[in-house]
């Protein structure tokens, strides 16, 4: 493009910019003259995070910083591209506008800057309910990111971020928690307003509860995202999933009443039940020492507080999962576990491991001290 129609098209620009930004114009000039263009990217991206920037974005992105765009770093380009696409009336526009800044970068060298655009195109497809469009566009996207050594957060986090909410969309609640916790991963917690956190946290407990393959919370139970429901209208919800955690049936029974409040943790009642009974179920042998793991149905219906008649069916259920190892005597009705799923304590469970400890260390103590008292004389020799 003609230097002088760029001057000019800078001048009118810089007559429009707000007060508080016509330093920064001016700067971005100064560097634009003197072809400075690492600083003239900073600059501009400065300029693009000021609220006040808003109506220039889209401007100054078509008409000034595409002129030079091959002489800059692709990523800060596309960067630049994705603050000014927020300026576009509506998602139509954003598709048309994303889908020409992809094809742009779509080069050997900055691959990176590709993906990056490519799953903000996406994410709009997301909202304009192309599903299949953008599972394509996500597909290509995480096939190149596995090929990269290494690439910024904020790419990965990008990918991660768009690749729940494409599976949000279609109720695949298993691959919807581990993309969030992912996306999370990628970002520092600070970044994100508080708004953004409760609705990724409520949305977070929801999938592990209802996921029928998600039967242990530890990851989201430790992660501070957790944190932003207390003293909310949704701290039920924490405190539900911690309740799933340590199979407490007692203060499930108590916060079930809230369930009518989300349509899809109402619509999984039946289920929820069951998959509070297996967590009840481990959590009973848990607490039981390993060599006591004999358990008898009875038992079983009464530390669990589940019926009689469906504790083989439990325990099978639980055998199937992978939650627990052992075997069943279905004629003497006698659960014999080896082995019970690991999974995070909270601190009354941690208590109960610690009288564990102790017994365990009394009893080796007095073990010491039986082979002490018979074996005297082998001892002295």
């Known amino acids: 493009m003609d230097p002088e129609i760029i001057s000019n098209f800078l001048a009118e ?3 429009s910019a ?4 016509l330093t920064n114009f001016l700067e971005i000039e100064d560097y634009w003259d003197r072809k400075l263009w690492h600083q003239l990217t900073d600059s501009l991206i400065a300029y693009y995070n000021h609220p006040a920037s808003s109506f220039q974005r889209l401007p100054l992105f078509r008409q000034f910083i595409t002129s030079f765009a091959e002489k800059i770093n692709q990523l800060k380009f596309v960067s630049l591209g994705l603050s000014a696409v927020t300026q576009c009336s509506d998602d139509r526009e954003r598709l048309a506008f994303l889908t020409d800044l992809t094809a742009k970068v779509n080069k050997p060298a900055s691959q990176d800057a590709y993906v990056y655009s ?5 994410e709009v497809k997301l909202r304009l309910q192309d599903y299949d469009g953008a599972r394509k566009d996500l597909n290509k996207a995480e096939s190149i990111l596995d090929t990269f050594d290494s690439v910024e957060t904020e790419v990965h986090a990008s990918f991660y971020r768009t690749n729940a909410s494409y599976y949000q969309a279609k109720h695949d609640f298993a691959a919807y928690y581990k993309n969030a916790l992912l996306y999370l991963a990628c970002i520092d917690l600070k970044t994100i307003t508080s708004e953004e956190a409760r ?3 409520y949305d977070l407990s929801v999938a592990a509860m209802i996921s029928d393959s998600i039967y242990n919370f530890g990851e989201l139970l430790l992660h501070p995202i957790l944190d932003s429901l207390t003293s909310t209208e949704h701290a039920w919800l924490r405190d539900l999933l911690f309740a799933f955690n340590r199979g407490d049936l007692a203060a499930y029974n108590v916060l079930e009443n809230n369930l009518s409040k989300c349509a899809l943790l109402q619509e999984h009642k039946e289920f929820l039940w069951q998959k509070i009974s297996l967590s009840a179920l481990t959590e009973a042998v848990f607490r039981r020492p390993p060599h006591d793991r004999a358990m008898t149905f ?5 530390e669990t507080h589940v019926r009689p008649q469906e504790i083989e069916i439990l325990i099978m259920k639980a055998l199937s999962l992978g939650l627990l190892k052992g075997s069943i005597d279905q004629v003497a009705e006698i659960a014999r576990i080896n082995w019970v799923q ?3 304590l909270d601190m009354k469970q941690i208590d109960n491991m610690r009288v564990r400890l102790k017994d365990w260390d009394s009893s080796v103590n007095q073990l010491g001290h039986w082979i002490e008292g018979v074996g005297k004389d082998v001892w002295a020799a």
């Not at 707000?18 to 930004?21: G, I, K, Q, R």
């Not at 490519?118 to 996406?122: C, D, E, F, I, N």
């Not at 009875?298 to 009464?302: M, P």
Request: aromatic share 0%.
């Open 298 to 302: 009875a038992t079983i219906s009464r």
């Open 13 to 15: 620009q810089r007559e």
């Open 118 to 122: 490519l799953v903000t195109t996406s």
């Open 199 to 201: 609705s990724r946290a």
């Open 18 to 21: 707000p007060d508080e930004l």
């Open 342 to 344: 690991p999974k995070v």
